[in-house]
């Protein structure tokens, strides 16, 4: 049979004695799309195979022959299907570039496109026509005052009583809103598409003014937050869920959940439920099957559902059967919804009436106080230890509905991905729904596989599939190919609910490169699946392809690359960065130095992927990054262009690694590798060789060495970024504010646009005012800081600190408390803005506690002298770096000293174990020799504890250690406090003029004399 055009179908029925319109005609061409086509006969001997693994050879249509010719119309042109075979194009799911059995989907062969997805939800029409009686859904009644003024009616009455008595009539009724509540529970990925095809039939319905979708996420304790609206840079926002509280009763609102996840077991959901206003119309979507409901976390009951006459949303519910235990008062009946028309329209009925009404439905009992603790999610895989195949399957036949039984055998023979399962629901049996889907998927038959994939992947147990493949003889499996590929030929490219895939064909006239489908080669030796692998799925004609991407040729595998490398940079996108690799990995044996050289640039940009921060991934793809990088400079011509970029980016994979593991040996190898004199380098090379030179050496806290080679960088080219890494080398070599200021200036006029660099720059002269002791210059440009970095920027915790510090230094300099408060409001913000990992929250809790001890000196109030001691010695547990550790230790041992002499806290002997630990952890960082300012006082502190406590032989040896170290640093030209060696002077010849032990208690005075300074706000490095 061929299919006829459109001028030959009007022809014969006008030479049939028929007229018909245009409409009619568009009519009966929209009709034919959906009447089901007479099948081709199979080739002789060649009966059809499963989808799942089709034989070499069978059932294949040549993907070469003449391209077939495209109208201007909105679709693909028709076709004579006779002795010529149609080309087509095999689709391969998206999950990670390798075929069955392990065979590698090249990418020269292997063309990425979106295949179009089924719905999740079965009829959306009739789910759209059970919404739409909530359009006469009737809140409270209007409050007096509300309503239109009846100007007849006024009048009459008005002329009939002698005096003005305005009457009013009630408003027009206006639409309800309605909001969609999500759980973002571990299982509810299943269920997205589902909630955004359940607010579009909301949308579509025309009963809800406005139409809103929010997430539930679990914050670990407390009640769950929700999304609002988005920042200034997309992201959502978390608020608390009581924000979405309307007690007018004006707004509906489905939690749409399957009560499995966190926030049900632990009550949150149950407690949000329970305290939303009763007036507003609050219901639960579940999407698992009644049967699966037992297994939740919330119990549910059949009975009758109630709405009193007054018009809101509050309803009674009354079950079927009687309690056993007395209902609490204040529990809340919640209506259960499964996600079908006839679910919703008993809903939309119940509140769309204007007197009281009921209808038979599931409802929940919501009593925060009975929490099921011992409800447990059904399993969404096995796990070690899972009975025998043939247990499972039992489990499965004895519990699972018809549908769901069907379903699972017809999955058999197709890639087991979330999108193509739901492809076949929809073409195999379209009169199922989401709620058999989900009696497969947490079956126990299914098994998720790991790794990074756009969409959920699973796995049939080896004996589970054969046992359901063998349900199906060979031409049943062989339809589930055939109807998907039609699903997808009639709706490719007319939709937006697509999901990534692979077309297995070249479109430039040439066949594939390989032949994706062919059986694994039987020397392999395979163990079993340890991810998801590309099958086939459906074949479409490459017409079809062709009309929606003409444009969609093989590329050169490089050129390939470097452009997904840009696009995947661009918009942050590990799968595109996937692609890249594998697209230079497929040119490594035709240009081996650039394509390591491309591979290598791929393998650092996914490893700066958010994703992989903090993981062993990033770790092992920075070090296959060095590799690569090493291999192609060793490859290249020394001194030649790719020579000098594979060095290049060496030392930036190296600079990688120092940031993921912080061993500093990395930042010598990155050196290492920008080594030599720039003369043997290419002249074109020379800039970026001195700025990445410079910026490595200010990593390493190598300021004046920092300093001449971005100098240098900047005379070969002026930028911007450099001239601010400039001001950084500066003021870490302890330049001249005079110095810095110049080069911000320069740096001002070069910023652009740019709100990096421009944030970059403030703080800067935030650090420089601060330098020169122009507070209120400043604090101006700090709070300037603080406004150019958004809400969730990881810059403004950093800006904070840093102007935390600033202001406590301040503090500590004058009188008053006004300034310490001050410190310590910003300093406690900083802390809210690092995040939970960042080792800034470290520095962040030793200035707080610096500067409550401050405040108490100040102002005597004693609970901020013991958080001050619970904050340091937090610090103290957790901090890693021996300099910071010292800083903590010293102020600890003032904040113990004190505790003890004012409120009997404590004994004089932890102040000197804190000065002795901060002494031990100054030496460790910077030895004794010239040592540190942090040491010199940590050793004066020892021997002023030691004078409190009598020992003046110790104290005699503590204070000798201090002044010998005060001589090394005056030697070595350190900057240095002259009160603190005056003072260690002075008590030390006190305590060598008077070598016995002091004569009874010293008095107050006394003990604070010679008790240590409070070292605050002060420079303790040396």
Request: hydrophobic letters at 40%.
């Amino acid at each position: 049979m061929h299919r006829m055009h459109l001028e030959e179908l009007t022809r014969r029925l006008r030479a049939g004695g028929h007229d018909p319109t245009a409409e009619e005609v568009a009519d009966a061409v929209w009709l034919a799309r959906w009447l089901p086509s007479a099948p081709r006969d199979p080739e002789p001997g060649s009966p059809p195979a499963p989808m799942a693994a089709p034989p070499h050879g069978e059932g294949r249509e040549p993907a070469t022959g003449t391209a077939a010719e495209t109208t201007s119309g909105t679709g693909p042109a028709p076709e004579l299907e006779g002795d010529r075979p149609r080309e087509t194009v095999s689709l391969h799911t998206d999950a990670g570039g390798t075929g069955r059995g392990g065979t590698p989907l090249r990418p020269g062969s292997a063309l990425p496109v979106r295949a179009p997805g089924a719905n999740a939800l079965p009829g959306l029409l009739g789910l759209q026509k059970a919404l739409r009686p909530l359009r006469h859904y009737t809140p409270f009644p209007p409050r007096p005052g509300e309503g239109l003024l009846d100007e007849e009616a006024t009048a009459e009455r008005t002329a009939a009583s002698g005096i003005l008595t305005p009457v009013l009539r009630p408003a027009a009724g206006r639409r309800p809103d309605i909001q969609l509540l999500m759980d973002t529970g571990p299982a509810m990925v299943v269920w997205s598409r589902m909630v955004e095809e359940l607010r579009q039939a909301c949308q579509q319905s025309g009963a809800f003014r406005d139409v809103q979708v929010h997430r539930l996420y679990d914050t670990g304790d407390g009640p769950p937050l929700v999304t609002t609206t988005s920042g200034s840079d997309g992201r959502p926002r978390l608020r608390p869920a009581d924000q979405l509280h309307d007690p007018t009763g004006r707004r509906l609102t489905l939690i749409v959940s399957d009560c499995v996840g966190p926030l049900w077991q632990r009550g949150a959901v149950q407690r949000l439920i329970h305290q939303w206003p009763r007036p507003s119309p609050l219901a639960l979507v579940q999407p698992l099957p009644p049967r699966l409901w037992p297994r939740t976390a919330l119990p549910v009951e059949p009975g009758t559902l109630v709405r009193p006459s007054a018009p809101g949303g509050h309803t009674v519910f009354q079950p079927d059967d009687e309690p056993w235990e007395p209902v609490p008062a204040d529990s809340r009946a919640v209506p259960v919804l499964t996600p079908t028309p006839e679910a919703f329209a008993s809903w939309a009925r119940l509140f769309s009436g204007h007197g009281p009404g009921a209808v038979r439905g599931w409802a929940a009992r919501i009593d925060p106080a009975a929490v099921r603790r011992d409800a447990t999610a059904p399993p969404a895989a096995p796990s070690r230890g899972v009975p025998a195949d043939e247990r499972l399957l039992s489990a499965f036949r004895a519990g699972a509905s018809p549908g769901a039984l069907r379903l699972a055998v017809h999955l058999a023979a197709a890639p087991l991905t979330l999108p193509v399962m739901q492809l076949v629901q929809r073409a195999m049996l379209p009169d199922t729904g989401p709620m058999e889907l989900a009696e497969v998927l947490l079956s126990g038959l299914l098994r998720q596989l790991p790794g990074p994939t756009p969409y959920p992947c699973f796995t049939y147990p080896p004996g589970v599939q054969q046992y359901l493949l063998g349900s199906l003889d060979r031409g049943a499996a062989a339809l589930v190919l055939k109807h998907c590929s039609a699903y997808v030929e009639r709706h490719f490219g007319q939709g937006t609910r697509n999901f990534p895939a692979f077309a297995a064909a070249r479109l430039a006239g040439q066949g594939p490169d390989t032949d994706t489908t062919a059986p694994p080669d039987d020397s392999e030796e395979h163990t079993g699946p340890t991810g998801p692998v590309p099958e086939l799925f459906a074949r479409i004609p490459a017409r079809v392809l062709r009309f929606y991407h003409p444009d969609l040729v093989t590329p050169e595998p490089l050129a390939e690359a470097e452009r997904l490398l840009v696009q995947g940079r661009d918009q942050s996108d590990p799968a595109l960065l996937s692609a890249a690799r594998e697209q230079a990995e497929a040119a490594l044996a035709e240009d081996a130095v650039r394509a390591r050289l491309l591979l290598g640039r791929i393998l650092y940009a996914e490893a700066e992927a958010a994703a992989v921060r903090g993981t062993r991934r990033r770790h092992d793809l920075l070090t296959r990054a060095v590799a690569e990088l090493e291999r192609a400079a060793g490859l290249a011509v020394t001194g030649g262009e790719e020579w000098a970029d594979a060095r290049l980016e060496l030392a930036v994979a190296h600079h990688g690694l120092w940031r993921h593991t912080k061993d500093g040996g990395h930042l010598d190898a990155a050196l290492a590798a920008l080594g030599g004199e720039p003369r043997h380098w290419p002249e074109t090379r020379h800039p970026l060789l001195r700025l990445r030179r410079g910026r490595l050496l200010l990593a390493r806290g190598d300021g004046p060495a920092a300093v001449a080679e971005l100098t240098a960088a900047l005379d070969l080219a002026e930028s911007g970024p450099v001239l601010l890494d400039l001001a950084d080398a500066l003021h870490l070599a302890r330049a001249a504010p005079d110095r810095i200021a110049p080069v911000l200036e320069r740096a001002g006029r070069a910023l652009g646009d740019s709100a990096a660099l421009r944030l970059r720059w403030t703080t800067a002269r935030a650090r420089l005012y601060d330098a020169v002791g122009d507070g209120a210059a400043a604090d101006t440009a700090y709070e300037e800081a603080i406004q150019l970095a958004s809400a969730d920027s990881e810059r403004r915790g950093p800006i904070l600190l840093g102007w935390g510090a600033s202001l406590m230094r301040r503090a500590a300099a004058g009188t008053g408390t006004a300034p310490v408060d001050r410190a310590e409001s910003v300093l406690r913000e900083a802390l809210t803005r690092l995040p939970a990992d960042a080792p800034e929250r470290a520095r962040a809790r030793i200035l707080i506690g610096s500067v409550l001890a401050l405040r108490f000196h100040r102002a005597g109030f004693l609970p901020d002298l013991y958080e001050s001691r619970h904050l340091l010695e937090q610090a103290a547990r957790t901090t890693r770096d021996p300099a910071l550790s010292a800083e903590v230790w010293l102020q600890l041992g003032r904040v113990r000293l004190e505790l003890c002499e004012v409120a009997r806290d404590g004994v004089l002997g932890d102040a000197l174990t804190a000065y002795e630990r901060a002494w031990e952890a100054a030496r460790a960082a910077h030895g004794d020799t010239p040592g540190t300012i942090t040491g010199a006082r940590a050793l004066h502190a020892q021997g002023a504890v030691l004078r409190l406590m009598g020992r003046d032989g110790r104290a005699r040896t503590a204070l000798r250690a201090a002044a010998e170290q005060w001589q090394r640093l005056v030697a070595a030209l350190v900057e240095v406090d002259w009160s603190d060696v005056a003072r260690t002077r002075e008590l030390l010849a006190e305590v060598s003029a008077d070598p016995g032990p002091p004569r009874g208690r010293l008095g107050g005075d006394e003990r604070r004399r010679i008790a240590p300074p409070w070292w605050v706000g002060r420079e303790t490095a040396g």
